[in-house]
């Protein structure tokens, strides 16, 4: 089992994690928006499109629901994932997806 960080480099941390727990099957910690410094060199739209395959995500492992935690998740629904999103009743009740 190996854990990698986000594929634009260190820095914010809760970004976009994957914990690899097979040759092709990853938990992704987290999927959220490139703020601030971070995004000053890329292209507004660009940045947040989902660079990884979606296949291979077993589940998104959701710490919190702030931007930067979830941010992209629309983006990467968009890039076809359809497995679980876990995350503690908490933060489900305060996601915006769970707003009527």
């Known amino acids: 089992m190996s854990s990698t960080s986000p594929p634009w480099g260190p820095g914010v941390t809760g970004r976009c994690h994957h914990l690899q727990i097979a040759p092709d099957r990853i938990l992704l910690v987290d999927c959220g ?55 503690s009743v908490p933060s489900r009740s305060a996601s915006p997806a769970s707003a009527p």
């Open 33 to 87: 928006l490139i703020q601030g410094q971070d995004a000053k060199h890329l292209d507004s739209l660009e940045q947040h499109r989902v660079r990884f395959p979606v296949d291979d995500v077993l589940a998104l492992v959701a710490t919190h629901v702030h931007i930067d935690h979830i941010g992209r998740l629309p983006y990467l629904l968009a890039a076809g994932y359809q497995g679980p999103i876990l995350c």
